[in-house]
């Protein structure tokens, strides 16, 4: 079984006992948070979508706080002396799915 969920406006295929990568939730290591908003879903081969879906993914959060790889945005203008350089890293949540239900 198979569910297509909503997570802070990405859309993530997930199964029972995965674990991933989201972006950043709220919550400590340890905390259990429900998504509610499952677009699609797989029993057995029977395919769920639309306003049909009643499910909910349940999971844990493994770690609270992961740092991505750091992303560099640099502009310049040739023979002006104009250079900006700004970056940034972007923060993840990893959790583990418990079930869908």
Do not use: C, N, W
Request: glycine fraction near 8%; proline fraction near 1%; aromatic fraction near 8%.
């Amino acid at each position: 079984m198979f569910a297509v969920v909503k997570i802070a406006g990405q859309q993530f295929r997930v199964q029972e006992g995965q674990s991933l990568y989201v972006p950043h939730l709220s919550g400590k290591t340890g905390d259990k948070v429900e998504f509610s908003e499952v677009l699609f879903t797989d029993t057995d081969g029977k395919l769920t979508s639309g306003a049909d879906v009643k499910a909910i993914v349940k999971a844990e959060i493994l770690k609270d706080l992961i740092k991505g790889d750091t992303v560099i945005a640099f502009k310049m203008k040739r023979r002006k002396g104009f250079r900006k350089k700004h970056g940034h890293r972007t923060h993840y949540t990893q959790i583990k799915i418990e079930s869908i239900a």
